[in-house]
């Protein structure tokens, strides 16, 4: 712990009767820090704010609940402590581990009404009430994600709670599902997370049409190349990732539900609008379902298809093909080579050599010179100018050999 947190706890306990909870008193480490407090939490953010220079905003006005930024990585969440004191806000909290408190600012005694500390022991995610899922639907994503971050099993009843509680989710704001989510797909083992959700029939209870809902056997085989993919290196000319890891792979899971559902377009649709998914999520959804349709049209993909698929669809195309098991494509990716610069011919240097106005021809041209370079089936500049003279036009230079080459890799 930080010397701004030791600060921010005295603060917190000079307002007035102040608790931290939450999975900060039992994993110190914890990113996010959550208290409870006998005062207002507005004044409270704004103090903090002012004397350790830190950004907050309101997370939710009627329930006085607010968030402060420490650091890049580290939120602080303050809420005023339930009606009836810190015994009453312990019972309505979610699982057992997360209903223990630490009075501030000694952080002594551990209250623990639900002998969270032993369930923490047993390696056991258990509720704190049968109704905890009724009070908020959204804790069956959180019980899927806890059990999955830190190694627990989810007790026999909660489990069966949980189920009995996913319809209940199609009643809950998407941008909430999809926080969850996507911190559920930034861990290590996001693909227990995937199969776990797949089991409990989630995509059936996010309140989409009925006919969307996946073929579980398929969605397994598509998660299973998944997890195999992104264990291996990266080919060197799939592009970089413009998003965070979590967002990403909870993106790839989603294209791998929706191409198992076998309602491409009409699922994706549903399904980014219901997640409110950013542009860049949405557009690489897009990509990778698209990219899966022309690979499935491919029965055997060599580089320079692969190279046009790259081109198109970008991290799209690697993930349609990993998805897909298709193994052809993605050795082709890796065959592939970056092209060196000033190698590619301009458009300037087409028309000339070609002897042709503008028109769509440029880019035909350019993106067939361009497969062929990455494949290495040209090799220069001088070869990529011939080949487009072989297939665009009469040579206005005298090419020789190489325009023989080019005629070969460009046909």
């Not at 969307?212 to 290196?233: C, D, F, K, M, S």
């Not at 580089?303 to 046009?308: D, H, I, K, L, N």
Request: net charge positive.
């Amino acid at each position: 712990m930080g010397p701004q947190v030791e600060l921010l706890e005295q603060v917190l306990a000079s307002i007035g009767e102040a608790y931290l909870v939450g999975s900060a008193v039992w994993a110190p480490a914890a990113a996010d820090r959550d208290y409870v407090l006998q005062g207002d939490p507005l004044g409270a953010a704004q103090l903090l704010a002012s004397s350790l220079r830190l950004r907050w905003f309101v997370l939710d006005s009627a329930r006085k609940h607010v968030r402060l930024q420490l650091g890049r990585r580290t939120t602080v969440d303050i809420a005023p402590v339930a009606e009836g004191g810190i015994s009453a806000d312990l019972a309505q909290r979610d699982f057992t581990i997360n209903a223990m408190a630490l009075p501030l600012p000694a952080k002594s005694p551990l209250l623990d009404p639900f002998r969270g500390r032993v369930d923490l022991r047993e390696g056991l995610l258990r509720a704190v009430s049968e109704g905890s899922f009724q009070l908020d639907p959204l804790r069956v994503l959180r019980a899927i994600r806890l059990a999955a971050e830190h190694n627990l099993v989810i007790e026999a009843q909660t489990r069966a709670a949980l189920s009995a509680a996913m319809p209940l989710l199609a009643s809950i704001p998407g941008e909430r599902i999809r926080g969850e989510l996507w911190r559920a797909f930034a861990l290590k083992n996001w693909a227990q997370v995937a199969h776990t959700l797949t089991e409990l029939g989630l995509w059936k209870c996010l309140g989409l049409a009925q006919e969307a809902v996946p073929q579980e056997a398929l969605l397994r085989t598509y998660l299973v190349n998944l997890r195999r993919a992104e264990g291996a290196p990266l080919p060197s000319v799939v592009p970089r990732a413009s998003l965070e890891q979590g967002a990403e792979l909870a993106v790839v899971v989603l294209a791998g539900v929706v191409l198992a559902s076998g309602t491409i377009r009409s699922f994706a649709r549903q399904l980014a609008a219901r997640l409110r998914m950013t542009r860049k999520e949405a557009a690489l959804l897009e990509a990778i379902l698209k990219a899966a349709v022309e690979l499935q049209h491919l029965s055997d993909a060599d580089p320079e298809q692969t190279f046009r698929l790259l081109s198109r669809f970008g991290r799209g195309a690697f993930w349609a093909a990993a998805a897909l098991g298709r193994a052809d494509a993605l050795a082709a990716m890796c065959r592939l080579s970056p092209i060196p610069p000033g190698v590619m011919p301009s458009g300037d240097d087409l028309m000339q050599r070609v002897g042709r106005p503008p028109g769509p021809w440029i880019r035909q041209a350019a993106e067939e010179l361009a497969a062929a370079l990455s494949a290495g089936r040209l090799s220069s500049k001088e070869e990529a100018l011939a080949a487009a003279v072989a297939r665009y036009g009469q040579a206005t230079h005298s090419t020789g050999s190489a325009e023989q080459r080019a005629h070969r890799c460009c046909s």
